[in-house]
Every structure is written in structure tokens, then in C-alpha cells.
């Protein structure tokens, strides 16, 4: 089955230390990878897409297709990148459709 | 440019009554998923609209029915509701098949007892 796997549930980094957030992925094909962003009390909101390969709030994501991960990272942890993240990647459902199949998030605490 | 919008923000049920979750897409956008949040978890698809046609179903049972209108805006309907329906449900518009990036609105947290 395609999926995308969150190892850890819950993450927790002192402010200025580095953060790498896990995310490996099972596809047969070229895939698309998406990492969105759920802060407290605000929506689900897309952080970056892998074929932007856009730096977002410190951010980057390399698709490593030889291990099939997709990581999160950033050089230096800030208190405001505490958040819910979660690795998606864009499923055919079809009759043209794409349905976003989500990994289990990982919780992120930055520790001041 | 208005933001996807969901209403109820809250919903409590009885078992076996059934809801209807309404959601207004961002402008100029014409498809719309659904996604069912349950505690801890990540979201899950449930299905996508396409010019008023459903065009993509996840793994949910007939009990989970839905609308979208011409302006695009879409209802979800849940029927014969059972108490693991108590979740987040999301909606979530985007231009085109809905490969690219979706917004998502706030939710409806539906509580079934």
C-alpha cells in the first residue's frame, strides 16, 4: 500500500538546536511530498512541496528516493516552530481525482 | 480573497441521528475534499468534488454522502451516526484535480454519544 510513515509522535528540541522531522514514504513511481503545518489554534496549512524546493520559515525537505524519505528540517529550532507537522503525499483516487494521504504528524516542542 | 469556511465550528449528536457539515471553498476554486481527523491521528480522505461531481472516495463506508453546489461550496452528510464518527472533519479546496496545494478551513468538531 502507499503510505507515509511519521516515526515519532512527539518531538522535543531546545531553541537554537538543530530539528529533523522523519518522514519515510512507500510508492511505486515519481512521487509528489508535501509537509503541512498545524499550529495551535490556527488550520492546516501547507508548508512546502518538494519540487518547490523552497526554503519556508528556515525550512527544507529533500526527497531521497534511494531511502524513500522525505525529512523536515531546519538548522535552528525557534519557541514559534512548535506545531503539529505532517508528511502527505498526493494519492490517485480516480476519475482525476488526488486525494492527500497523510502520515500521523509529529508534535514539535521547542524548549526556551 | 476569502479562506475556505466551515460551519458548525461544534456539533454534538446522538448515535444514530445523522449531521450535515457545510463548507464554503476559497474563491475561484473548484474542488473540494473532505477529510474525517480522529483524535491523534492524521487526517483522512474521505472523498473530493469536482464540478458538482463526486470524483475520488476514500476507504468510507455509504453513510458518508455528500453535495457540492454550483458556487462550488459543498456539504458533508453523515447518516446512522456511530460513536467513532466523534471527530475533527476538514474540508479543504483547491484549483484543479487537487494534486497541488489544498486550504484547508478550521473544522467541525463533531462529538457522538
Known amino acids: 500500500a502507499q503510505r507515509v510513515t511519521q516515526p515519532e509522535k512527539l518531538l522535543s528540541v531546545f531553541k537554537g538546536a538543530p530539528v529533523e522531522l522523519k518522514c519515510n514514504y512507500s510508492y511505486s513511481g515519481s512521487p509528489e511530498l508535501f509537509w503541512y503545518v498545524q499550529y495551535s489554534r490556527q488550520r492546516l496549512q501547507l508548508l512546502l512541496r518538494?519540487?518547490s524546493r523552497e526554503s519556508i520559515k528556515g525550512f527544507t525537505a529533500d526527497l531521497n528516493k534511494g531511502e524513500t524519505s522525505f525529512h523536515l528540517k531546519k538548522p535552528f529550532a525557534q519557541e514559534e516552530d512548535s506545531a503539529m507537522y505532517y508528511c502527505?503525499?498526493?494519492?490517485?483516487?480516480?476519475?482525476?481525482?488526488?486525494?492527500?494521504?497523510f502520515g500521523k504528524g509529529t508534535k514539535l516542542s521547542v524548549i526556551p | 480573497e476569502t479562506g475556505v469556511t466551515q460551519s458548525p465550528t461544534h456539533l454534538i449528536k446522538t448515535r444514530g441521528q445523522q449531521v450535515t457539515l457545510r463548507c464554503s471553498s476559497q474563491?475561484?476554486?473548484?474542488?473540494v475534499s473532505w477529510y474525517q481527523q480522529a483524535l491523534g491521528q492524521g487526517p483522512q480522505f474521505i472523498f473530493q468534488y469536482y464540478r458538482e461531481e463526486e470524483n475520488g472516495r476514500g476507504n468510507f463506508p455509504p453513510r458518508f454522502s455528500g453535495l457540492q453546489f454550483p458556487n462550488y461550496s459543498s456539504e458533508l452528510n453523515v447518516n446512522a451516526l456511530e460513536l467513532d464518527d466523534s471527530a475533527l472533519y476538514l474540508c479543504?479546496?483547491?484549483?484543479?484535480?487537487?494534486?497541488?496545494?489544498?486550504?484547508f478551513g478550521q473544522g467541525t468538531r463533531l462529538t457522538v454519544v
Open positions: 502527505a503525499i498526493p494519492l490517485y483516487s480516480g476519475a482525476g481525482s488526488y486525494q492527500l494521504t
Open positions: 474563491s475561484g476554486h473548484n474542488t
Open positions: 479543504a479546496s483547491s484549483p484543479g484535480t487537487g494534486k497541488g496545494k489544498a486550504f
Open positions: 518538494h519540487i
